[in-house]
Nanobody, 114 residues
Framework: QVQLVESGGGLVQAGGSLRLSCVAS????????MAWYRQAPGKQRTLVAF??????NYVDSVKGRFTISRDNAKNTVYLQMNSLKPEDTAVYYC?????????WGQGTQVTVSS
């Protein structure tokens, strides 16, 4: 059973940066396609960015501002977020891609003030 633990969120002013981390423990493989998702207040959880063996991609709203990466030796996935906007405020989660079938972690709260 894989356990996901996200961290790195916080309160930041618009234009600021944060780097989120997600540690996956258990039966994982460095070849797993992984993604970051987010859930804004009152909204459904949505995909933010993913990488697979073939490509890396981002939703249009974060292109050019967010970068997803991984450190296989640490079983950790990162999301570097720059030029943050108030609309980026959400709880951020990581999971498998394209189907997030691992149990969700607790997420990490990102709040961007205007």
């Amino acid at each position: 059973q894989v356990q996901l633990v996200e961290s790195g969120g916080g309160l930041v002013q618009a234009g600021g940066s944060l780097r989120l981390s997600c540690v996956a423990s258990g039966s994982t493989s460095s070849s797993n396609a992984m993604a970051w998702y987010r859930q804004a207040p009152g909204k459904q959880r949505t995909l933010v960015a993913f990488f697979s063996s073939r490509n890396t991609n981002y939703v249009d709203s974060v292109k050019g501002r967010f970068t997803i990466s991984r450190d296989n030796a640490k079983n950790t996935v990162y999301l570097q977020m720059n030029s943050l906007k108030p609309e980026d405020t959400a709880v951020y989660y990581c999971n498998r891609y394209p189907v997030p079938y691992w149990n969700w972690g607790q997420g990490t709260q990102v709040t961007v003030s205007s």
